[in-house]
Structure formats: structure tokens, C-alpha cells
């Protein structure tokens, strides 16, 4: 059909119908990444190759069950994902379903650093040992859910809490998710670098252990030495002075940030372009 006989107002509105959808599946998947409706999305997809497969081999039986799972699947993701349903269903209702402010999240990373600083300085000072880790683009909820879930806003106060030697929970890791403490005497995986440091201790390798999986960022405080060090991607920041491991903490987190939200789409344009 030529352009001409195509209505000008049909064709913008097919437009903006495909990009809202668009941006409403990339919504979902962002709310979604690193928690466990990622394993049911990743089983809804076995389900329909499977049925896929088996219609195309003639496998009538395991057709018709992969049918009945697809046809009452969705019945079953209500009951199952009831409360995580309710809260974004009360969201939307405060309309802060796909609001995010740029501002909001910036000051949030600038708590997290101050909080994160003060924390490791007044340990580090008292050599007490400590192990914490924010995570990134990659979703930590397995680790999370190896400890003791506490979902607390972000403090320096708690941070030095948590790791006072002999408490219930100072045992292990402390994992932050977005901006949030959110579980304590989390259990992480140790390195197995055969390169790691002999006067390196379990909290090192685990943070290594991390760091080498995920694109976390790991902080340890050595209540040996008082040391506090960084690491991510494999790699360990030793021996950081406060400014030093401020300076680290800006560097990926703020940049990171910055970085994630020029991707975002965006409904007003920004002054100074």
C-alpha cells in the first residue's frame, strides 16, 4: 500500500503503540532481573519449546501437558506472586510504577558512599571485621537468600551494628540492593585463585569469590590489620585510605549510574544538551 493512502495519524499512533509496549516489557524485565520471577520466566520458555517440539514430533501426550501448564500457568503466577502483584498494583496506584528520578537515584548513591565510609573508618580504626557487597547489573538474590533478610534503609549506624564482634548477624556478608541493607550473614562464594595472598584470610576470598560472578562491588574491612579493601571484577583494591575508597566508590557507582540511566528513555529532554 503506498505511504500516501496510509493515514498520517494511524501510522504515528502504530508507532507510539509499539514503542509504549516496548518500554513496558523493558519496565517489567528491570523489576523483574535478579529475583526469582527470572527462573519462572526461564520455565515458562522449557514449557512452550517443549510443546513446541513435541506438536512438531507428534508427541500428543507431552503436547497435551505442556498445554494444560501453559493454559493454567497463569492462574498459577496470581497465586504464587500474590504479595509482589499487590505491591505493584499499589505502586501504580501511588503512580510510582515507572517513576524514577534521576536526582532521587543519585542522592540515594550519595548516601550509600557517605554511609559506606563512615562505616569502614570507624571499623578499621577498631579492627573489626567486616565483609559487604552492593550489587550492580547482575542479581545477588541467591546470596541474599542464604541470610537473614532485613530490607533496612542504608545507615552507618547499622553498618557498624551489624559487624560489632559476638552479635547474631556479623558473622558473614551484608548485602546492599538498591540502596537497601538487604540481608545480613549472607554466605559467599570463595575464590579458588591459586594467586590470592597467603596472609589473606575467608572474608578476601570471599569477596574475590564474589567479585569474579557478579559485577559487585565488594568492600572488607581485615580485623587483623585494620585494612580495608575493595574488590570487583577479580581484581583487589588493598590498603584504602577513606578518601581512596570514597573516591573508588564514586568512581562505579555515580559513573555507573550515569552511565545505566543515559540508556533509559527518557520523556523530556535534558537543558544544556
Avoid at 500516501?4 to 494511524?10: Q, T
Amino acid at each position: 500500500m503506498p505511504f500516501g493512502d496510509f493515514p498520517i495519524l494511524d501510522y504515528l499512533s502504530n508507532i507510539i503503540d509499539i514503542l509504549l509496549v516496548w518500554y513496558v516489557i523493558y519496565k517489567i524485565i528491570v523489576v523483574i532481573r535478579g529475583t526469582k520471577a527470572v527462573q519462572l520466566v526461564n520455565g515458562i520458555i522449557v514449557i512452550v519449546v517443549i510443546r513446541m517440539i513435541s506438536q512438531f514430533l507428534g508427541l500428543n501426550t507431552l503436547y497435551w501437558i505442556m498445554d494444560q501448564a501453559l493454559k493454567w500457568g497463569p492462574l498459577a503466577v496470581i497465586i504464587i506472586f500474590q504479595p509482589e502483584l499487590r505491591r505493584a498494583l499499589e505502586q501504580l496506584g501511588r503512580g510510582r510504577l515507572f517513576a524514577r528520578s534521576g536526582s532521587d537515584e543519585e542522592d540515594k548513591q550519595t548516601k550509600l558512599i557517605e554511609s559506606i565510609s563512615k562505616a569502614t573508618d570507624y571499623m578499621a580504626k577498631r579492627r573489626i571485621g567486616a565483609l559487604l557487597s552492593i550489587e550492580r547489573e547482575t542479581g545477588m538474590g541467591d546470596y541474599i537468600e542464604t541470610g537473614i533478610p532485613l530490607h533496612a534503609g542504608i545507615s552507618s549506624e547499622l553498618l557498624i551494628n551489624i559487624f560489632i564482634p559476638n552479635t547474631p548477624l556479623h558473622d558473614g556478608a551484608v548485602i546492599i540492593q538498591k540502596g537497601q541493607v538487604a540481608a545480613a550473614a549472607c554466605y559467599l562464594p570463595l575464590s579458588e585463585s591459586p594467586f590470592i595472598s597467603k596472609e589473606l584470610g575467608t572474608r578476601h576470598r570471599a569477596a574475590l569469590g564474589i567479585s569474579e560472578v557478579t559485577d559487585s562491588l565488594t568492600i572488607v574491612v581485615s580485623e587483623e590489620t585494620g585494612s580495608v579493601s575493595l574488590t570487583k571484577n577479580g581484581e583487589l583494591h588493598r590498603d584504602l585510605k577513606q578518601d581512596a575508597l570514597k573516591e573508588l566508590l564514586e568512581k562505579e557507582l555515580k559513573g555507573h549510574s550515569r552511565d545505566t540511566s543515559s540508556t533509559r528513555w527518557k520523556w523530556r529532554g535534558k537543558k544544556n544538551g
